[in-house]
């Protein structure tokens, strides 16, 4: 099976594993930080403003952020 990163010609896509536990942490706290729903929209637009600005280099930091965010919004839920 074909990766994205050789699908979209762009061989910096392959996420190293580290990469990868990044982004399906983001998923899991927008899911149930947020909403279900936010886990793949919140995961599309964290790659949109990867790809705007400092590329993965900056993935540790935006998906730290955008985390942060999302524990804020449940916690402000629950009270």
Known sequence: MKTVAEISGRPELNLTADQQALVL???REAAHG?????AP??????GYALAAGPGLDGLAAL????????QSTETARTE
């Open 63 to 70: 998906v730290a952020e955008l985390s942060e965010a999302a």
């Open 34 to 38: 947020v909403a279900r729903p936010a």
């Open 41 to 46: 929209l919140t995961t599309f637009l964290a």
């Open 25 to 27: 942490d983001l998923a």
